[in-house]
């Protein structure tokens, strides 16, 4: 008896990760996530489920990061109701995303009826904040390197990645066979997370491809975030900083405490405008069993590390409003990280047209999203049905990636003690997973593939 798995996501893009294993009578669900970018591929979000939710006996989520775990609200609605298992972290940063993922579907919903932009009438949401809780009510946390049962004859365990807090990598053995989920792997010898940890052997591996055709600026961003900084006090403006709430956000926070208490900038107002990564920060802060050892330093002796010395949260949609009177100099962290919806919206409608603005990408932008649109040099931009000129400088660094690049994805792979029987790039765009397969096969000589979406491949038996 073997174990089969087919790619439904993740495979040729880096959103809507989604992988089905089939072993003996159990089906499990590597991931839930949601399709994002392009047209096409958020379209995928409507159609009907690729696999019937309620022929499913577990779904095992690698961390909370909504092109992972978006989907989950709409699977419980078409009738999952097995238990969805991931890292402690994960479970707490998951009652965060859902629901704000959640409300926003309804307003996005709400907004496109009240002005008739819908080809649907009424437009619905995908989910509704009533489904996100459905799902939150299904999540059993399971500790790294805890083996658990999510299935008959499946055994699983979970160990630490270093993405985001509780990212995990996911091992699977079944039918005689184990099986390796990378997860998105994070990086070396970064600010706030522990290094990846070392995985030893695998009859197949899925490995997340997102850079796997690039390698990313040395040092941890701090350079070129303290030149943002410095230009923005220089033209006594704004610097705009689109961040994913869970996890760019600490990160830049953190690094700006740095950079001040080395006298490296000024201490200028920043502003945390999201709600999630105002919960996402708290949640952090409750989980120093993954902090590196320099945030364990600095929690040790009693600082606050996600907190420069003139720090502001804007909680709420008024608290928000009142940034676009602030003369600068002045720094808005705000979500989404690609400039796909929430609140960094409204700033960048006010202010991308006034040249003194300075707007930093500090994450990867997916093509299709106005993140990329900036980043690769647009003159306009569309938000809110309006076009908006783009007379503001933007910057850009991959320094602060929390995906590992092509060299330490190898270096990662090169902790295996063999070589899987089988190996596929997942969750990256087609240049990228072959640039990885091909230093794979070329470094490592291990069989590898970049995985096709729809295929369903076996799972090779464990070889002693």
């Not at 070329?442 to 369903?456: F, K, M, N, S």
């Amino acid at each position: 008896m073997t174990a089969t798995l087919t790619f439904l996501g993740a495979a040729g893009t880096v959103t809507g990760a989604k992988f089905l294993l089939e072993a003996a009578s159990a089906r499990l669900l590597l991931e839930c996530g949601l399709f994002q970018g392009l047209a096409e591929l958020q379209a995928r979000n409507w159609a009907a489920p690729p696999v019937d939710p309620r022929t499913l006996r577990a779904v095992l989520l690698s961390h909370a990061h909504i092109d992972h775990s978006g989907y989950l609200p709409r699977l419980v609605r078409d009738g999952y109701g097995g238990p969805i298992y991931c890292s402690p972290g994960t479970a707490d940063l998951l009652r965060i995303m859902l629901p704000d993922a959640a409300r926003l579907q309804e307003e996005e919903a709400e907004f496109r009826n009240r002005q008739g932009r819908s080809r649907h009438q009424p437009a619905l949401p995908l989910f509704t904040t009533a489904d996100a809780d459905q799902a939150l009510a299904a999540v059993s946390p399971v500790d790294f390197g805890r083996r658990f049962q999510p299935g008959p004859g499946v055994s699983a365990r979970f160990a630490l990645s270093g993405h985001i807090l509780g990212a995990s990598i996911v091992e699977v053995e079944a039918a005689g066979g184990r099986l390796v989920y990378s997860g998105d792997l994070g990086r070396y010898g970064v600010p706030i997370t522990r290094d990846p940890d070392p995985v030893l052997e695998a009859d197949m591996l899925l490995v997340e491809s997102t850079y796997g055709n690039r390698l990313h600026a040395g040092g941890d961003g701090t350079a070129v975030l303290q030149a943002a900084v410095e230009r923005a006090v220089a033209q006594r403006a704004a610097l705009l900083v689109p961040a994913f709430a869970i996890g760019r956000a600490q990160d830049i926070l953190y690094l700006l405490r740095e950079l001040e208490t080395a006298r490296r900038i000024p201490s200028v107002p920043v502003y945390l405008d999201s709600p999630m990564g105002i919960e996402a920060t708290a949640a952090y802060a409750r989980h120093p069993e993954e902090h590196d050892t320099d945030l364990a330093r600095v929690t040790a002796a009693g600082g606050t590390p996600f907190a420069p010395a003139r720090f502001h949260l804007a909680r709420t949609a008024d608290d928000s409003k009142r940034l676009n009177g602030l003369d600068g100099p002045v720094i808005v962290i705000a979500g989404s990280g690609m400039a796909t919806g929430g609140r960094i919206l409204h700033h960048l409608r006010l202010r991308l047209p006034d040249p003194r603005t300075t707007v930093l990408f500090v994450g990867y932008q997916a093509a299709g999203t106005r993140g990329r649109l900036l980043r690769d040099g647009a003159k306009e931009l569309r938000i809110f049905g309006e076009v908006v000129p783009v007379r503001a400088t933007i910057m850009e660094t991959d320094a602060l990636s929390a995906h590992a690049d092509q060299g330490e994805l190898l270096r990662w792979l090169g902790g295996f003690r063999r070589a899987p029987g089988m190996t596929y790039c997942v969750h990256g765009e087609p240049q990228a997973a072959e640039a990885l397969r091909e230093a794979i096969a070329t470094r490592l000589g291990w069989p590898c593939a970049v995985a096709v979406d729809g295929e369903r491949v076996t799972v090779p038996g464990g070889r002693g």
